[in-house]
Antibody, heavy 122, light 110 residues
Framework: EVQLVESGGGLVQPGRSLRLSCAAS????????MFWVRQAPGKGLEWVSG????????GYADSAKGRFTIYRDNAKNSLYLQMNSLRTEDTALYYC???????????????WGQGAQVTVSS | QSALTQPASVSGSPGQSITISCTGS?????????VSWYQQVPGKAPKLLIY???DRPSGVSNRFSGSKSGNTASLTISGLQTEDEADYHC??????????FGGGTKVTVL
């Protein structure tokens, strides 16, 4: 059974940093692209970032470019999102998501974690 | 404001069929056959229902079907059941090299 468990969320002041982690199990982690997708309260889904199976390709939404860094450790079956210079508009539930393929160019999100809440407020 | 436009809500009686639309542009929905649909039960994580416009992952009921015409994609739920009450989100590959989502549609079973 595929399991994705996020951690590292919390309350943080604007301008500060936070690192989200995602522990994956139940599938061959290094065969698949991974993504972060967020959902602000009462809003729709928003793609944040993606990384292909071997970290060779990464991509970011315009809202995340220059502030967020996605990376993975295939030896630890883990995905990360380093978030710097956080803004109030980054407040959302952040989902760790498995891609259907190894390439992060295919945005088919076939399994989702339960999410980590990030609240940016002074 | 989401890149793709979905109706805020759709409702139907048990056993009926309903259709949810997802309207974009030639830069996303109309330009590629890479539309996906996700079901999100309140308080739960989204679940993949449809990908590549009309393909269903293993285990997804055949009561869910997808289609596309021009810049508008559609999700049809046939034989509506109470368990289908949820939010439904569409997404599409975009010419910018990313993915865009709709704002979500709340389905109510009357």
């Amino acid at each position: 059974e595929v399991q994705l468990v996020e951690s590292g969320g919390g309350l943080v002041q604007p301008g500060r940093s936070l690192r989200l982690s995602c522990a994956a199990s139940g599938f061959t982690f290094d065969d698949y692209a991974m993504f972060w997708v967020r959902q602000a309260p009462g809003k729709g889904l928003e793609w944040v970032s993606g990384i292909n199976f071997n970290s060779g390709i990464v991509g970011y939404a315009d809202s995340a470019k220059g502030r967020f860094t996605i990376y993975r450790d295939n030896a630890k079956n883990s995905l990360y999102l380093q978030m710097n210079s956080l803004r109030t508009e980054d407040t959302a539930l952040y989902y760790c998501v498995k891609g259907q393929y190894s390439s992060s160019w295919y945005f088919i999100f076939d399994f989702w974690g339960q999410g980590a809440q990030v609240t940016v407020s002074s | 404001q989401s890149a793709l436009t979905q109706p805020a809500s759709v409702s139907g009686s048990p056993g009926q069929s309903i259709t949810i639309s997802c309207t974009g542009s030639s830069s996303d929905v109309g330009g590629y056959n890479y539309v996906s649909w996700y079901q999100q039960v309140p308080g739960k994580a989204p679940k993949l229902l449809i990908y590549d416009v009309s393909d269903r992952p293993s285990g997804v009921s055949n009561r869910f079907s997808g289609s596309k015409s021009g810049n508008t994609a559609s999700l049809t739920i046939s034989g509506l059941q109470t368990e289908d009450e949820a939010d439904y989100h569409c997404s599409s590959y975009s010419s910018s090299g990313s993915v865009v989502f709709g704002g979500g549609t709340k389905v109510t079973v009357l």
